[in-house]
């Protein structure tokens, strides 16, 4: 089992930036990806970005070059900083654990982020 607890999530106005953290425990294996997803239409979750134990990163398209993926192997920790941020970014922010060795990924209860004048 692991349990995911994130943190960072708040009201901003557009322009701003904000840095979520997730951070597992329980049964942690040194392989595996985590992420960043939130609602989107059509879809239970959209994929915002991720990063494997590697190091190796994934980002949607609306996110390029605004937000940034990162992890701290050591404290099992994920981070998203999101920067420049819109109102379209408002969203629960919901972080993801995956490994191979378990038949299916977890989720933590998200963040909320607000993007508002």
Known sequence: QVQLVESGGGLVQP????????????????????????????????????????????YADSVKGRFT???????????L????LKPEDTAVYHCNFLSRNYPYSYWGQGTQVTVQS
Do not use: F, H
């Open 15 to 58: 322009g701003g930036s904000l840095r979520l953290s997730c951070a597992a425990s329980g049964s942690i294996l040194s392989i595996n990806t985590m992420g960043w997803y939130r609602p989107a239409p059509g879809q239970e979750r959209e994929l915002v970005a991720t990063i494997t134990s590697g190091g190796s990163t994934t």
């Open 69 to 79: 993926i990162a992890r701290d192997n050591e404290k099992n920790t994920a981070y």
């Open 81 to 84: 900083q999101m920067d420049n």
